[in-house]
């Protein structure tokens, strides 16, 4: 595909303004697809974020516009636009993915220092035990390192407000109700 741009390559798919001025933007694009399960994997590298709503936006058209199974954009970016603000994108994908994340960041602080982030949820250490079970970390540390080509260490710890889910803590509130 040297050369071709994302919208030479999806010659059925009729992005509107916005989205085609997108993917022109996609460099270095390598295209995998599977004829028989019907499965469409791109991965492009970007000079810019692009969220990952627009993204999954995105793959649902081209999967209707070539009446796909499955359409993956896999975007990569340069690890220099990694910030603690693109957490919550990964956050997002760590969701998808399936693993063990739903629901689990609704409401999470996080700090990024140096190679190290830290995750800190408002949940009994059961629930933090059970994301270390189902290896949460580890996906969201290869999400970085597929996207951003760089290597971050997260750990994910028990917050200061999870005695609001102690069911000590609880049992006192209602008397205080």
């Known amino acids: ?9 999806l010659k059925r798919y009729e992005p509107d303004e916005r989205t085609s001025r997108l993917l ?7 295209v995998r697809a599977d004829k028989d399960s019907k ?8 000079p810019k974020i692009i969220d990952k709503r627009t993204l999954y936006r995105i793959e649902d058209e081209i999967r209707e ?4 199974n499955s359409v993956r954009l896999l975007p990569t970016y340069d690890s ?16 998808r993915i399936g693993t063990v994340a739903r629901g689990f960041f609704d ?3 996080a700090t990024l220092d140096g190679k190290e982030i830290r995750i800190s949820i408002p949940m009994l250490q059961n629930g933090v035990d059970f994301m270390y079970d189902a290896k949460t970390p ?3 540390e290869g999400i970085i390192r597929s996207e951003f080509g760089t290597r971050y260490h997260v750990t994910i710890e028990r917050g200061n407000t999870a005695n609001y889910f102690d069911p000590v803590e609880k049992r006192s509130l209602k008397f205080r109700i």
């Open 65 to 68: 516009a070539y009446q796909l």
């Open 107 to 109: 409401d999470y602080e």
């Open 138 to 140: 580890a996906v969201i």
């Open 39 to 46: 499965l469409l994997e791109i991965k492009a590298r970007f």
């Open 24 to 30: 022109l933007l996609a460099e270095d694009t390598v």
């Open 1 to 9: 595909m040297a050369g071709k741009t994302l919208i030479e390559i």
């Open 80 to 95: 220099g636009l990694f910030s603690q603000s693109y957490l919550s994108e990964v956050l997002i994908e760590t969701e």
